[in-house]
């Protein structure tokens, strides 16, 4: 599979989709017009094994909600990404069997090696 999750207005993900530099072999899913599904979500846990890894800590929601102080399970984590799209970490890359999660500087230079 060859697939991004990304979101548009997030100018971090623009440039980060803009280094990259995807082929048209790639899925692209924009998350804010086409949530992740339920099914896309266990793919993704099928990778990661944790939920919490793909959530997005430093989302408003997260930080409004003072989610940090609280102790969650991974069923709350994967209930709060299929709540609402600010919760998914992004942009979230799958390579064929290798999947790139978030925008550090570290994760991104893995993706764009993978890429070559």
Do not use: W
């Not at 793909?54 to 969650?72: A, D, G, P, Q």
């Amino acid at each position: 599979m060859k697939k991004v999750f990304y979101l548009s207005t997030c100018d971090s993900n623009k440039r980060i989709l803009k280094e990259l530099n995807l082929s048209s072999k790639f899925i692209k899913q924009e998350i804010k017009m086409e949530p992740i599904s339920k099914k896309e979500l266990e793919i993704l846990y099928e990778f990661t094994n944790s939920y919490e890894e793909l959530v997005n800590k430093r989302s408003r929601l997260y930080i409004n909600r003072k989610l940090k102080s609280k102790k969650l399970k991974e069923i709350d984590f994967k209930n709060l990404i299929l709540e609402h799209y600010t919760f998914l970490k992004r942009p979230i890359l799958i390579n064929d069997d290798q999947i790139f999660i978030g925008n550090s500087k570290k994760i991104v230079a893995a993706a764009v090696q993978s890429l070559l």
